[in-house]
């Protein structure tokens, strides 16, 4: 069930950053770079997150 409600935030931090993209480009260029920036950043803190729950898994 907790995987469910991860994978739950997941989807919402995806669409957000998905929308925020989208008007990013609606908008101008240095708004398009921050939202990238955005972008990478939240991929890159999820897949942080899902390494540190599977080592913490696998080392249980």
């Not at 907790?2 to 929308?19: P, S």
């Amino acid at each position: 069930m907790l995987w469910l409600l991860r994978l739950w935030v997941v989807g919402l931090m995806l669409v957000f950053c998905w929308a925020l993209i989208s008007y990013a480009i609606r908008r101008d260029a240095a708004t398009l770079a921050r939202a990238r920036a955005l972008w990478r950043g939240s991929l890159l803190a999820g897949g942080v997150l899902l390494t540190l729950w599977l080592a913490m898994r696998l080392l249980r």
